[in-house]
DNA sequence: CCTATCAATAACCATATGGTTATGATTCGC
DNA sequence: GCGAATCATAACCATATGGTTATTGATAGG
């Protein structure tokens, strides 16, 4: 359990660290599978940065990739929040019943 | 809402990707309230460097301080989290019956 | 083929960042 | 009051990181 904090992958807390690689992963959230270079006429960034950034989500397998002759798409995957929210569980465990605030903010999750 | 993603303070995203200073908040967490010498005698790295990093978490609202005579007292403010959650809940909704191997972890976040 | 397009790499640069030791400013115990 | 303890800041260093402009390696199209 207490373990479990320390194997979250340090991968997916640094790809969302930074702003523009943020801004990407939710560009392919909201649109969804998009190529390189569609990525980049949506961004402020080069065209190599872009694939940068992308290295480094799909590292933390934040994101899929797939070729399909010279281009490459990218999606977002569902799954590589998970240790995310495995962090998260661990703290609501820890709080629950000691701290009302974050337990009503994660009860509204489910709305 | 998407607007929501935006204004995400980065602050917490940032403070959460370095290892040493998750490590310094989870201690917080875990053992609650402690003056910087304590925290700086359980990490492997100098007390300016601990205060260095508490004033991180602290400028990401992620800790409260509280000075005590010459000690300063840290703890963890759960309150803290919420910009996370909402990111979390974002894709929560957006992904609701779309991807539910993410849906089951949400879900279980509520047992 | 020959050229243009696409994406990844290389080479490079500036700055941010994590770390150190030294110093300063308070406060406590004697 | 004086020395020791506590924490923050300063000064500094090495490396990581985000960014750029070439360049290369494929593939698609005329």
């Not at 390189?36 to 480094?56: C, F, I, N, W």
């Not at 703290?91 to 994660?106: S, V």
Request: glycine content about 4%.
């Amino acid at each position: 359990m207490i373990r479990n904090m320390r194997t979250v992958p340090d991968a997916v807390f640094k790809s969302l660290a930074d702003p523009t690689r943020r801004a990407i992963f939710e560009r392919l959230v909201c649109d969804g599978e998009q190529t390189v270079r569609a990525l980049t006429d949506r961004t402020h960034v080069s065209q190599p940065m872009v694939s940068k950034h992308l290295g480094v989500l799909k590292h933390a397998r934040l994101v899929i990739d797939r070729p399909d002759g010279r281009s490459v798409f990218y999606r977002a995957d569902p799954q590589g929040l998970a240790p995310l929210v495995d962090w998260m569980k661990f703290y609501r465990a820890f709080w629950a019943g000691k701290f009302d605030q974050l337990e009503d903010l994660l009860n509204r999750m489910d709305q």
